[in-house]
């Protein structure tokens, strides 16, 4: 069992960075892939980003490639998205997410969820 728990959004004006941060609970973090997830308003909620359980693997929505970075700390029980450049198209509620699985975008494939941090970024 993994509880998660956002932070670190926030306001940003457009070309502005932020940085996400994902602090779980349970003793195996270490064997679980992150991955984080946004939905905007109106919108299903959709892959951003996923870094393998030790951090070899990562993979990104064609949307942020370039502009983010997903990390992992496992020593503490912790995944960041650092997110650079940002645009309006960005705004949306931001989830952290850990499955058993490699390293998959599929969201169905993530049973563990946090609730969310919020990113809205201004024209």
């Known amino acids: 069992q993994v509880q998660l728990v956002e932070s670190g959004g926030g306001l940003v004006q457009a070309g502005g960075s932020l940085r996400l941060s994902c602090a779980a609970s349970g003793r195996t973090f270490s064997s679980y892939t992150m991955g984080w997830f946004r939905q905007a308003p109106g919108k299903e909620r959709e892959f951003v980003a996923a870094v393998s359980w030790v951090g070899g693997s990562k993979y990104y929505a064609d949307s942020v490639k370039g502009r983010c970075t997903i990390s992992r700390d496992n020593a503490k029980k912790t995944a960041y998205l650092q997110m650079n450049s940002l645009e309006p198209e960005d705004t949306g509620r931001y989830y952290c997410?850990?499955?058993?699985?490699?390293?998959?975008?599929?969201?169905?494939?993530?049973?563990?969820w946090g609730q969310g941090t919020q990113v809205t970024v201004s024209s």
């Open positions: 997410a850990a499955t058993p699985f490699q390293a998959t975008r599929l969201l169905e494939q993530y049973p563990y």
